[in-house]
């Protein structure tokens, strides 16, 4: 079975442009979330969706970020404009949702790392 | 107080050490709690699922203590190999489905 994907890997990019992230999560699985990791720290949620909708996205900072998921299969995170605090590991994950407590366990892509210059 | 909290270490054991960490978390709503294991660079990967009664897989053991809040996470036999960073993970309350992270515990075995 193949894992989450996550494109692209790096991505240099500088200070006021865009940038975009993609996901696809691993197949049958209805919950996706998309996490910030800084280095030493712990991930830290962005947002979760269940299927096509947006079910928590309180910790996303929507002036400049942004995200979707049509058709509840793959996903899309945005920056624009990226600033150089933005500079982390955008990980996507992706679990089978609700009970039981196995079906919380969640799955990570290899993440992408953004550096804003 | 941090939601969930854990020892940053490192903790540094030989070969065949056994080493426990906790970790405390601040909901007492919490129900669901998870180990992740997460190498230099790498993606976090799943450990183990934390559950009431306790669980073992192999060298690895996690227990819930519900009455102060934490976790713990025991390997027996550390290998070279299980030098990592291991992530304590609680729901935030119960069904919410709100994953919060620590900011892990580095382990180094030494030869």
């Known amino acids: 079975e193949a894992g989450v994907v996550q494109s692209p890997r790096y991505k240099i990019i500088e200070k006021k442009q865009p940038v975009a992230f993609w996901c696809n999560p691993i197949s049958g699985h209805n919950t996706l979330y998309w996490y910030l990791q800084n280095l030493g720290q712990g991930p830290e949620l962005l947002i979760r969706?269940?299927?096509?909708?947006?079910?928590?996205d309180s910790q996303l900072p929507k002036d400049r970020f942004s995200a979707e998921r049509l058709k509840g299969v793959d996903s899309t995170l945005k920056i624009q404009p990226a600033e150089l605090g933005d500079s982390a590991v955008y990980l996507c994950a992706s679990s089978r949702g609700a009970n039981p407590i196995s079906y919380n366990e969640q799955f990570f892509g290899p993440g992408t790392r953004l550096t804003v210059l | 107080r941090k939601e969930v909290e854990q020892d940053p270490g490192p903790f540094n054991v030989p070969e065949g050490a056994t080493v426990a960490f906790n970790c405390t978390y601040s909901?007492?709503?919490?129900?669901?709690f998870f180990w992740y294991r997460q190498d230099c660079r790498k993606e976090p990967k799943l450990l183990m699922s934390?559950?009431?009664?306790?669980n073992e897989d192999g060298r690895f053991t996690a227990q819930l203590n519900r009455a102060s809040q934490y976790i713990s996470l025991l390997i027996r036999d550390s290998k070279l190999s299980d030098s990592a960073t291991y992530l304590c993970v609680a729901e935030w309350g119960s069904g919410t489905y709100k994953y919060i992270f620590g900011t892990g515990t580095r382990l180094k075995v030494l030869a």
């Open positions: 934390v559950y009431s009664s306790g």
């Open positions: 969706y269940e299927n096509e909708e947006a079910v928590d």
């Open positions: 909901n007492s709503a919490s129900q669901s």
